[in-house]
Structure formats: C-alpha cells, structure tokens
C-alpha cells in the first residue's frame, strides 16, 4: 500500500467512524419493562440515547465496528509514518483552482482537493469584507475557511447521506459541495471555475429551478446514479436528520422527517411555533405533512435572493473568547462589535421558548442573524426556528416527567439556569398560554399521529408543558 492510498484509506476510515455511535450500551428497568441506552461523553458530561429493541443488535454492532475501525486507524498511521520519501503534497491529490464567490463578487481564490474536496490554499484575497463571517485574512485563513467549507456539506451522521455517497461512488460530502457550486438556500456563497462565464443570477436557487434527485435518494427513493442532475441544495443543508427542500406552489419549503422510535419532531415544530406565535416571539410557522404514512414538519425558506442567514456559530467565532468572561458574554460581545442590534431582547426570548419546551438541542447553528447579502447591513436576528429536539421528543414518558437526561444549549448545561441570563420579562404573558394543552392536542389530532405517539405519551408532554409555564408563573 502506497501513502496514497493510506491517505485514501484513512478517511474513508473517518467517514466511516463518524457516522458510527461513540460511547456503550446500558438499560434500565422501568415499570418491569426493559429500556435500552447508548451512553458516551461529550465535552465531559455524560449524554444517554434511548435505543429501541428493533436497533439494539445494530446499534451493538456498529459500536464494535467502530472499535475496530479506530484500531485500523492507529495501524494505518504507523505505517504511513514507516515511508520513507512520503510527499503528500506531490503524490496523494491534484487540486482545482476556483473562485469563492459573494453572489457576484470574487471573494477569494482557492485550491480544492480533488479527491476530498477539501480547501488546500488561498491564493489569493480580493474582497476582505466579503468573506465568511468568523473568517479572517490572516495567517489561519485556510484552516478557517476549510472548517467553513466543512461545515457547508452534509454531516455523515444525517439520515441516508452513506447511502448517497455510497450509490454516485464520492467519497466526502465535501467533494458533492463542489458538484453543485456550493450553492444553497441559506447564504449567497458559491464557487465558480475561473474563465467560466457563470453568473450567480442564472443559477441561484432562489431564483432559478433546483434538482430533486438528491432528496429524492436522501428519503430513500431509487434513482440511477449515472443520470444525476446535482444541482440541489440538499447537498448544502445542515442537520443530523432526514430533510430535503422542495419548490411547494412556488415557494422554496424544507421538508424535515424525526427520529425512531417516535417520530415527534415534526409535530414539535408545531407546537413550538404556535406557542411562541402566542407570546409574540418572532417564528417559522410550521406544519406536518406525510410522506408514505411517516409525519414531516415542512416551512418556507426565510431567506430570499438579497439576504442570508449568519450563524450564531459564525458570529461566536468574530473574535477569539477571554477566558474570563463566560460563552454569553462573549457572543454579545461579538454581537457588540459586528454593530448586530437586539441580542439581548432576542436571546431573553429564546431562552423562554427553550425552557417551556424543554429544548434540547439549540446550538449555534441553530439560530442566526439575517443581512443583507449585497450592502452586509444587519436586518436583525432571524424568526427562531429548528426546535423539534424538544418536549422529550426521545424519552419515555417517565422521563419526560422527570426531567431525567434533559441537555440544555447554548450557553449553560441546565435551563433554570439559563433562565438567570435573562434581563427583562416585560414583554411577557403567560396568561396567553391558559389553554397550552389544547395547542399540543391539536397538533397531534391526526389519526396517523397515534402510529408514533400514543395517549400517555402526549399526557406527559402537556402535563409537564403546564408545570414548567407555572414554574415561570411563580418565579416571575
């Protein structure tokens, strides 16, 4: 085996490994039915998923796949480190020069791997101010922009992305990024090949019609992988979870399915927006809709052909975080400095929403400030969005009362104490939510519902909605 084809060998290993679960297997007896658990560590907290009996013999097998893979890494790095003359640089990959572009404006300059899609250099930079926001013109500008570029792809870990890679024979998300432009419907970043007449105008996909086949593998549907039209921005979408975007009586709409065993998601979306619809906290309207018998929470795009969306992620990262001062602190900082108005206001909101809904999974990419794409003015933070992993979407109902295992983002482990963050609650009327379990019904009144989420199931969820808005009733 040659370094080429160690390297090559090496991250497929990675790819393979991420999309793997990290951690081991536990259960837990309740009521004198067994419970199984997947439990690892992250960021030194201990985090458990249930595992439904049908996936357990799976589950147990991909961790010991898993195993075996890192052992394969370890012994595939000692054998690259074993030859002697490797030049990566010269033997493993051919890079492609392209220009990033802002809509119409060069941005920059770059080299991309052939073989992984990855950015191997900035040559060159002609629109500073026009860069991702959270990358800079400095001695790290390749790294920054890569992890960028990264971040752009599909996460291995979504829902039939192997299958995808695996059927159009890629061999990283990243390299399907380069196959449609890096196009998508969140920003107006794209690359183009120099001397090609492209113009963002005649190819955007706020504009112009997109391709479904990539979606259409993605929600498991057969397509011949010799005949695929890439211009998608499926490849561009974020998240861990089965979702595609489709043009719905004219509009751009994301169509986005849950998670076994019970599919609550996409019912959550719904919940959360009209409770938030009821406090006047600015949202994304949601509603379900099935696809062969399964529930998707589906809503319009809030972007359009002059703005984009800005990660909090992306703003976190403006400058490098003291020590001293908390994660909090820092991001209204950052927000302080890029001139982005209403933080306060808007994170004070979220933080309500999150506590009554028990949200457990608003990172920063899970929420953002919109700008305008041509002048970089702020408009202001965007209508809050994505809060399916909520209402112990993944818990039995004994948990959900209890609470057990509820994780809390983006700025502390736990939602009281995020709540302590908050600086004003004039705003809010929690008498508007008297009949909270009349809205949770209602969304769950499809006959089809009750395949996923039986009776006792949403008694917990309203039983313990009703607590937390009392909780806030005492305390405020």
């Excluded at 993605?218 to 397509?223: D, P, Y």
């Excluded at 979306?269 to 938030?276: K, N, P, R, Y």
């Excluded at 909101?349 to 041509?374: K, T, Y």
């Amino acid at each position: 085996m040659d370094y080429k084809e160690i390297v090559k060998r090496q991250n497929e290993i990675k790819n393979q490994i991420k999309d793997l679960p990290n951690g081991y297997l536990t259960k837990k007896v309740i009521s004198g039915k067994t419970y199984h658990y997947l439990q690892w560590s992250e960021n030194g907290k201990k985090l458990s998923k249930y595992i439904p009996e049908k996936d357990l013999k799976q589950v147990s097998n991909s961790i010991e796949l898993r195993k075996k893979l890192q052992e394969d890494l370890s012994e595939l790095e000692d054998l690259k480190g074993s030859i002697v003359g490797g030049d990566k640089n010269s033997s493993v990959d051919t890079r492609t020069q392209m220009y990033l572009m802002h809509k119409n404006k060069q941005v920059a300059l770059i080299e991309i791997s052939d073989l992984h899609g990855y950015i191997t250099k900035v040559i060159e930079v002609y629109e500073e101010k026009h860069l991702p926001v959270g990358v800079k013109n400095d001695r790290m500008i390749r790294q920054t922009l890569d992890d960028w570029w990264t971040e752009r792809s599909i996460p291995l870990s979504r829902s039939g992305i192997k299958e995808v890679l695996d059927k159009i024979h890629i061999e990283t998300p990243q390299m399907l990024l380069t196959k449609c432009n890096g196009l998508s419907l969140s920003d107006q970043y794209w690359i183009c090949y120099p001397g090609r007449d492209t113009n963002w105008n005649d190819i955007n996909f706020f504009d112009s019609n997109f391709s479904e086949d990539i979606g259409k593998i993605i929600f498991g549907e057969k397509r011949n992988s010799n005949n695929l039209n890439f211009a998608s921005p499926d490849i561009t979408s974020d998240g861990n979870l089965k979702k595609r975007w489709r043009i719905i009586d004219g509009k751009r709409c994301l169509i986005k399915g849950g998670s076994y065993p019970f599919k609550q998601e996409p019912f959550n979306e719904v919940i959360a927006s009209e409770i938030m619809d009821r406090l006047g906290i600015p949202c994304i309207k949601y509603y379900v809709d099935w696809f062969n018998n399964i529930p998707y929470s589906v809503c319009e795009d809030f972007v359009n052909n002059e703005t984009e969306l800005i990660p909090a992620w992306r703003i976190f990262l403006h400058k490098k975080k003291r020590n001293n001062i908390s994660p909090y602190q820092h991001f209204l900082s950052c927000c302080e400095d890029l001139g982005i108005k209403g933080a306060v206001d808007f994170l004070d909101r979220m933080f309500i929403i999150d506590f009554i809904i028990l949200n457990e999974d608003r990172h920063l990419n899970n929420f953002g400030v919109l700008r305008n794409a041509e002048t970089l003015e702020w408009i202001g933070f965007a209508p809050i969005y994505d809060s399916g992993s909520s209402l112990g979407y993944n818990k039995v109902p004994f948990e959900i009362y209890s609470g057990e295992g509820v994780e809390c983002k983006p700025f502390k482990n736990r939602h009281n104490d995020q709540l302590d963050l908050i600086k004003s609650l004039d705003w809010l009327d929690l008498s508007k939510l008297d009949d909270v379990d009349q809205i949770i019904e209602s969304a769950f009144s499809d006959p089809k519902a009750a395949n996923f989420i039986d009776e006792k199931r949403v008694k917990a969820i309203k039983d313990t909605v009703k607590s937390r808005i009392l909780y806030l009733k005492k305390i405020y």
